[in-house]
């Protein structure tokens, strides 16, 4: 789990629909304006940065969505 990784909801037309920190326990919850597809990015300090797609029907149930930030590699 990574903990205060910046995590964003971004709409189709490009905007930012939502962001977040991440609990110490690496949880997040962010709050879907409406149904659709959107992207969700995380990054955080020694971690590469991670986007995935997810789609919310728009109704009550929440998308539960684990994303796993790769370790930042070191320039050579």
């Known amino acids: 789990p990574v903990a205060r990784a910046k995590v964003t909801l971004i709409d189709r037309r490009g905007r930012q629909a939502g962001a977040t920190l991440s609990a110490e326990d690496g949880s997040y919850?962010?709050?879907?304006?409406?149904?659709?597809?959107?992207?969700?990015?995380?990054r955080a300090t020694g971690h590469g940065p991670l986007a995935s797609s997810a789609t919310h029907a728009g109704d009550e149930r929440p998308v539960d969505l684990d994303l796993s930030l790769p370790g930042e590699t070191v320039p050579a």
């Open 29 to 42: 919850a962010l709050t879907v304006p409406d149904r659709g597809s959107y992207v969700v990015a995380a």
